[in-house]
């Protein structure tokens, strides 16, 4: 069974530009969750999706959005990036989100400048 | 709000040693979950061990155990018989029940194991 993928590996991209990161779960996996990971602040949750609907989200700034699809794929989007937004971007799938096991892809790595 | 700190940034051990790595946790609630997780530098999350709050029994997985203490709010997680190949960053993860995958991360306990 392929694992969680996150795409793309790496990103550079300009101050006040807009990102989309993408995430692929585990095929029958329904629930899909991001994590922020910077050096200052470290893992932070971002926001989770359960069959296409958001169902928690952390404490970040409206520019910082997710959309799940009907396969359960995810993207996240980060317009208007700043600098601060620079982090290791790490997505999460389990099969209902409700304590099954997490399985983690190996995060995208998002760099502005 | 829940709050996980770990108070050691770094560790080291010696291979085949024993080592613990400390957390504690804040929480008002009875109901949630404990987690390890390691992160080596391919940067991919592992789940190490898992700690339902309600057991009072300790879990354990091959070399990885915790020493689980609810009243003072406590979670170290033990490593015997260290391998080279546990060298990672390590997080302390809390999670309330029925929260979804909301989770409280700490800051992290780098641990080196040296041959």
């Known amino acids: 069974k392929a694992g969680v993928t996150q795409t793309p590996r790496y990103l550079i991209k300009t101050r006040g530009q807009q990102v989309t990161l993408s995430c692929s779960p585990i095929?029958?996996?329904?629930?899909v969750s991001w994590y922020q990971q910077t050096p200052g602040q470290g893992l932070q949750f971002l926001f989770e999706y359960f069959s296409e609907t958001q169902r928690n989200k952390g404490n970040f700034p409206g520019r910082f959005s997710g959309r799940q699809f009907s396969n359960s794929r995810s993207e996240m989007n980060v317009s208007t990036l700043e600098l601060g937004d620079s982090a290791l971007y790490l997505c999460?799938?389990?099969?209902?989100?409700?304590?099954?096991?997490?399985?983690f892809g190996n995060g995208t790595r998002l760099t502005v400048t | 709000a829940q709050t996980v700190t770990q108070s050691q940034p770094e560790m080291s051990v010696q291979e085949a040693e024993t080592v613990t790595l400390s957390c504690t946790y804040d929480t008002s609630e009875s109901n949630y979950y404990l987690f390890w997780y390691k992160q080596p530098p391919s940067r991919q999350m592992i789940l190490v061990i898992r700690?339902?709050?309600?057991?009072?029994q300790n879990a354990t997985e091959n070399r990885f155990s915790v020493n689980f203490q609810k009243a003072a709010k406590s979670f170290s997680l033990k490593i015997s018989d260290s391998q080279l190949g546990d060298t990672a960053m390590y997080f302390c993860v809390f999670i309330l029940n029925n929260a979804g995958n909301m989770l409280t991360f700490g800051g992290g306990t780098r641990l080196m194991v040296k041959p």
């Open positions: 999460a799938s389990s099969l209902d989100g409700w304590n099954s096991p997490l399985h």
């Open positions: 700690q339902e709050a309600y057991k009072q």
């Open positions: 095929s029958g996996h329904r629930s």
